[in-house]
């Protein structure tokens, strides 16, 4: 079976929360699928941290003098991440004449074994890291992550453009951080002047998530509620 999906979370702006929306999304996917994680952020992995396994590492296998990697099991989820491999394992795996390289090494070497969905959680930017994750991961969809700042806007205006000349499709967007809650009542407060952001992008908005210590405080074993109905969205779109 292999991998039947891959998604990549993206934004060319850097801070909007792609780590933070691939490990809460792939959590909420891993209650009814296979999912995988390939943390692709050279410069600043995240996810070996959010999942709390700054002392972990994948188990590198080696047959016929091949070298793979067992990928770090959370519940259903396989993780594997540049966080865990660069340092140690930079002078045997990472010889490659560029950086961005690593990360189809990282995704060929990890044995993944049957996924149903590997999410990849994309550096921010439009440089390398996305050239060689379009060309040779090919990603099946990429969902983008942006607040609604005006400059978040901007660069999402961008990203949209380059994945649609890449031919990529893009599922949609989430509106990250987009109110917080008031600590004495329910009421929403606004963190941005209000700009529709489905009409300035020409994307649809697949959900809106407030600013809060749930997103922050990510646990596996505990789903956050903002995002079962973005799981639906997707669900409905790929
Ligand atoms: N909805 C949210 N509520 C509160 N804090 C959030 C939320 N989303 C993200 N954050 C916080 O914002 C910061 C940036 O988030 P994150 O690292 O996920 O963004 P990123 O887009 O992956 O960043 P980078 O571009 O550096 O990879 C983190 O401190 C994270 O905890
Ligand atoms: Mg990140």
Same mark, same amino acid.
């Given at each position: ?23 809460? +999304? ?11 994680? +390939? ?25 016929? !003098? ?5 990928? =770090? ?8 991440? &540049? ?9 045997? &795996? ?18 993944? !074994?049957? #996924? ?26 990429? +969902? ?6 005006? #400059? ?9 453009? &380059?994945?649609?000349?890449?031919? =990529? ?19 929403? =407060? ?11 992008? !020409?994307?649809?908005? +697949?959900?809106? =998530? ?29």
């Amino acid at each position: 079976m292999g991998i039947k999906q891959i998604i990549a979370i993206a934004s060319a702006k850097g801070g909007v929360g792609k780590s933070t929306i691939c490990a809460h +999304l792939a959590s909420q996917f891993s209650k009814d699928f296979k999912v995988g994680i +390939l943390d692709a952020d050279i410069y600043g992995p995240n996810q070996h941290i959010l999942f709390d396994l700054l002392d972990s590492k994948p188990e590198v296998q080696i047959e016929d !003098g091949n070298k793979s990697f067992i990928p =770090i099991k959370v519940n259903n989820i396989s993780l594997n991440s &540049m966080g865990f491999v660069l340092d140690n394992e930079k002078a045997v &795996m990472w010889r490659g004449p560029m950086l961005s390289g690593a990360i189809k090494q990282l995704k060929d070497l990890t044995q993944w !074994g049957d #996924l149903d969905y590997l999410f990849i959680d994309m550096p921010p930017g439009t440089g390398d890291a996305y050239l060689t994750v379009a060309s040779e991961i090919k990603p099946n969809y990429v +969902l983008l992550v942006t607040s609604q700042s005006k #400059l978040a806007v901007q660069d999402t205006i961008k990203s949209k453009a &380059m994945f649609e000349r890449l031919k =990529i499709p893009i599922i949609g967007i989430v509106d990250n951080m987009s109110y917080s809650i008031s600590p004495n009542s329910d009421e929403k =407060i606004s963190e941005f002047t209000p700009i529709n952001i489905e009409n300035e992008i !020409g994307l649809k908005v +697949l959900g809106s =998530i407030p600013r809060t210590k749930q997103l922050t405080d990510f646990n596996p074993n505990k789903s956050s509620i903002f995002f079962e109905s973005i799981y639906n969205e997707i669900l409905k779109i790929i």
